[in-house]
């Protein structure tokens, strides 16, 4: 062979060799279940920021946990089964807990055998590794700044046969000391708490018959364990204070008058080894509840900071059916002695009576009558509607579980034996100051009748005195759809609150309102919200720990304003101009009640021109902010170790999966401490985004972010996928994870087939949220043609939900589009205006008025907006292919509503195909309903933009009697 054609060959093997390597093989739907990742979002890291652990595996399959130290490149590797574990570090950062599942397959063999899934605790020592295994967990806790000692909490032993009431509900607790490694068992165990310190451990004992059933501290210095009180009933929510220094629970016992158990407070602090004060309390026996209320087995008790007061929650109580009759047959008697007295008193002035008749009376009245039970009695299935029901039948049918287990927030003083009663059923909530001496309650009884029609909110303000119930009225009608922020200062002073544009302190003492950004040269309305609500707000960020000031932004520009609205300062430089705002306040401090602008504190922001993102810092005693960061890409909010000025977020790119970085306070040397998605190397992903300016029809400056294919050749055109929702422009940087979707599309899959993905933004106008749809997305459509990436002969349209809407409308008005899907689309606006949400149990109508329908009336006012962008009033227009996937048990958009639009196409005789996936509701849960149904839609675009043959479920329809054989074949 001669040297020419060697060098031919090298050539040859050079250029195939770089093809394989820039041109990787696609991703197909059974990929899925092998695709590696990281789960980001479950990533804890230790107090001393010297470690970071997460949990890395296949979508299906077996996982592994690492423990990663952040200074070197340790990492140590465990194998944890088939599901994610909650991982977490003891406070001193020297050992790690974390749950060990059996392996996938024995899970989903569990899952179909109906069989529980046992898990084992893995408890690691940090400093060599040294490790502890416990079989059978329920859950654990490290003993908090104390560090020497963890619970593990072991699952309850279930005997065969049926369990009788007094059967014990506790279970083994084990007392592991990691420094001794000695353990201790304690059996029985219902409720286990360690307070702050560690010192102690409060737990309650729940064991068959009630015998030795208790409250008991455990003083961990000193072993001593002390039974605070013991009783034949169970005790349950055990909650130390903040500072661990008082606890409170709750007692339940029968009782003989009640349909449920009697609930009792216990309060108890001043723990000193052997000795504590316990405090007891059910408002019954001290007649103090209203009448038909006890304390509520759903609420949480409390103390107050100055451990004089415990709050609690009331709720009604039902007596039995014994009880009742005891009742009437009271108030019975009492009654028919007032009328014997009445009758003996008109017998003894009438002497000349006939006896015999009066007798024959008596006989009669004596006969026997017999009793009905009405239980036995068949009565309707029925539910009554009234125009003046508060909230529709559905409604309170959907919401009769949290109607049930609603509790009054109500207050025991313990030094005065006093009952505070500070909700009720106008006032639902109290919103605590942080002096819990003062709280604001919202009444929306006035106005929630035609709230719950049409959407648009109002409560009356009052400032509640916690010492005595007494509430005063402060803000009449404030607007709740915009009044977002509500927050009292630290010292408790003042309430912040958001009305007509503006912020305003309210002086809780003499309920005097302040104004306190009239004069600032900046609006606080919310530019880019165009929802039927009135000044949405642009938001704040809080007081200062001082109590001096407000962090307040506009739509750009953060401002530091005084409580008292006198002065403000601009502490960002004229952000506007450079499109810069802030997007979220890292609060990394915990335990500051307030910011401290003693500290640095640090803002994630966005360029909303190009869609950077990054992190800004207001350095400490400074007043100017600082951008540390910023580029294209996400970044996470920063996370800081409790104990070390050590920082973490994550980093991703379209292309790019999030990876972890730790840094300093700068952030200018960051380390990458995760390696993300190793599949890539195989599969081909998206070749990157870009961003695409645009002017709709309606002459909004928009835009639109273009995701390029795998593999993607500069001037190739390639078939598009549009897909919408409203504003998706800020997510430009995010990157896909190749997963079955609940809505069918995955941005990941389309790319590394080939397919580019276009998300533009739309704006909305009232009374014309269809027609903003074309106006915004017909344009970007045109825009990202002339770039030369988008195919124009080949593009495609899907959303879901809204976006489902949308593109059921933009098909009667457009013929851009070749092919389309729409999942669970709203059809008919007059139709769906006054059907229910069935998810909330309310109607649509409060949707439409105040909320993503955007109109501003119901349709008898508004005949022509609703007409004009509803699809169905169009439907002779649609040429354009389309899908419909929309699912019998939708609680969100009505079935009825995909099925209007299916027979109104198929009257017309136009292509629709629509998919029901029985018994799912709005997007769809069952994974193999989602591997179905992302397989059949992308079929379906590649079919009409690709080519490629019809599948024949699309071309010709499955008889319902062959339904089956034909899922069977496709299942995978």
């Known amino acids: 062979m001669n040297k020419k054609s060697l060098l031919f060959i090298a050539c040859q093997l050079a250029w195939v060799a770089s093809y394989a390597q820039e041109h990787k093989k696609p991703l197909t739907w059974q990929d899925i279940p092998s695709w590696q990742y990281i789960r980001t979002n479950g990533a804890a890291t230790s107090d001393d920021g010297q470690w970071l652990a997460y949990v890395s595996g296949p979508t299906q399959g077996d996982l592994t946990l690492s423990l990663r130290n952040t200074s070197d490149t340790t990492n140590y590797k465990y194998n944890i089964g088939g599901l994610n574990s909650l ?40 400093k060599d590794t040294a490790s502890l295994t416990f079989d059978k967990v329920q859950g654990f806790d490290f003993s908090n700044d104390d560090n020497r000692w963890i619970a593990v909490r072991f699952q309850p032993t279930i005997t065969p046969g049926p369990r009788g009431e007094d059967a014990g509900k506790g279970s ?110 059910t408002g019954l026996d001290e007649n103090q509840i209203s009448a038909g209320y006890g304390i509520s087995e759903n609420s949480i008790p409390y103390w107050s900071k100055d451990l004089n007061t415990l709050f609690f929650g009331i709720s009604k109580l039902e007596k039995t059916a014994e009880e009742k009759e005891a009742a009437k047959k009271t108030t019975a008697s009492a009654k028919d002695s007032t009328h014997t007295n009445i009758a003996l008193r008109k017998d003894s002035t009438s002497q000349g009576a006939d006896t015999t008749a009066n007798n024959k009376s008596k006989i009669a009245k004596a006969k026997p009558t017999a009793a009905v039970n009405k239980k036995d009695l068949e009565k309707p299935d029925m539910i009554i509607w009234n125009w003046q029901d508060k909230r529709l039948q559905s409604a309170q049918k959907t919401q009769l579980s949290r109607d049930k287990n609603y509790n009054a927030m109500s207050a025991w003083n313990i030094k005065t034996n006093r009952f505070i009663s500070l909700a009720d059923s106008a006032i639902k909530n109290i919103a605590l100051a942080p002096n819990q001496q003062i709280g604001y309650a919202i009444d929306v009884t006035p106005y929630e009748y035609t709230s719950n029609l049409d959407g648009q909110s109002y409560g009356d303000l009052y400032i509640v005195d916690i010492a005595t119930g007494e509430k005063k009225l402060a803000i009449e009608k404030l607007y709740l759809n915009a009044a977002r922020g509500l927050s009292f200062s630290p010292n408790s002073q003042y309430l912040l609150y958001y009305q007509d544009g503006h912020y305003f302190t309210l002086a809780v003492n003499t309920l005097a309102k302040v104004n306190i950004t009239k004069n600032i040269p900046a609006s606080f309305v919310d530019s880019y919200d165009d929802h039927n609500i009135i000044n949405v707000p642009t938001g704040s960020y809080g007081w ?13 520009d953060l401002w530091k304003v005084s409580a008292d609205g006198k002065t403000y300062t601009a502490i960002t430089d004229n952000w506007k101009n450079s499109k810069l705002k802030t997007t979220q306040y890292n609060r990394l401090y915990e335990d500051d009640e307030g910011i ?122 390639y078939p598009t996928i549009t897909y919408i929702y409203e504003r998706l422009t800020d997510e430009k940087n995010t990157f896909s994870q190749p997963a079955y979707p609940g809505g069918g599309f995955n941005r990941a899959m389309y790319t590394s087939n080939g397919y580019a993905v276009l998300m533009p933004d739309i704006s909305y106008t009232l009374n014309d949220p269809g027609m903003s749809a074309v106006a915004c997305v017909v344009p970007a459509v045109k825009e990202a043609i002339k770039t030369g990436i988008v195919d124009a002969d080949n593009i495609a349209i899907h959303g879901h939900s809204w976006g489902g809407y949308q593109t059921a409308f933009l098909i009667t008005q457009t013929d851009i589009f070749k092919a389309a899907v729409a999942g669970a689309p709203l059809t008919n606006m007059i139709s769906m205006y006054s059907l229910i949400y069935w998810n909330s149990g309310s109607s649509n109508q409060a949707i439409f008025e105040s909320s993503q329908g955007r109109l501003t009336t119901g349709y008898w006012d508004n005949w022509d907006a609703y007409t004009r962008n509803s699809p169905i009033y169009h439907i002779k227009k649609v040429n354009t292919p389309l899908i419909i996937m929309h699912n019998d048990k939708d609680g969100a958009v009505d079935y009825t509503q995909g099925i209007e639009y299916f027979n109104g196409l198929r009257r017309l005789n136009k292509p629709v195909v629509m998919l029901t996936y029985n018994g799912e509701n709005h997007g769809l849960v069952k994974e193999v309903n989602r591997k179905d149904y992302a397989v059949r839609m992308m079929e379906y675009f590649d079919h009409y933009l690709k080519g490629k043959p019809a599948p024949i479920w699309w071309s010709k329809g499955i008889n319902y009697m062959d339904m089956d054989k034909h899922l069977e074949d496709r299942a995978f």
């Open 87 to 126: 991982i977490t570090f003891n406070k001193n950062s020297q050992y790690a807990a974390f749950f060990e599942s059996p392996n996938y397959k024995e899970i989903k063999a569990n899952e179909k055998a109906k069989k529980p899934n046992s898990r084992k605790l893995k408890v690691i020592s940090l």
């Open 172 to 281: 083994d607790l084990l007392l592991y000391n990691l420094i001794t490694k000695k353990s201790y068992n304690l059996g029985n165990i219902s409720d286990y708490k360690f307070n702050k310190s560690g010192q102690y451990l409060a737990y309650t004992v729940d064991a068959n018959g009630k015998n030795g059933n208790g409250i008991f501290v455990m003083d961990l210095a000193t072993g001593l364990t002390n039974a605070l009180e013991n009783d034949k009933a169970n005790y349950a929510k055990i909650n130390w204070n903040k500072e661990g220094t008082a606890f409170s629970l709750l007692k339940s016992k029968k009782d003989k008058k009640y349909k449920t158990p009697i609930y009792t407070l216990i309060g108890i602090k001043n723990i000193k080894g052997n000795d504590a004060e316990l405090f007891t309390y």
């Open 544 to 556: 200062s720990i001082d109590n001096k000031y407000i962090l307040l932004k506009d739509n750009f």
């Open 596 to 717: 401290d602008f003693k500290k640095d504190q640090y803002f994630n922001i966005i360029n909303d021109a190009n869609k950077q993102q990054g992190i800004a810092v207001l350095p400490a005693n400074k007043n100017q902010v600082e951008i540390l960061k910023i580029d294209d890409i996400t970044i996470s909010p920063l996370r800081k170790a409790k104990k070390a000025d050590t920082y973490f977020y994550s980093i991703e790119k379209s292309q790019q999966a999030p990876e972890i970085f730790v840094t300093d306070k700068s952030m200018k040397a960051a380390k990458q401490l995760t390696s993300n998605t190793p599949d890539t190397a195989q599969y081909g992903i998206s070749a990157g985004s870009k961003l695409i300016n645009y002017v709709s029809s309606n002459g909004d400056t928009l835009q639109a972010t273009l995701y390029l294919p795998a593999n993607y050749v500069e001037g190739k055109s």
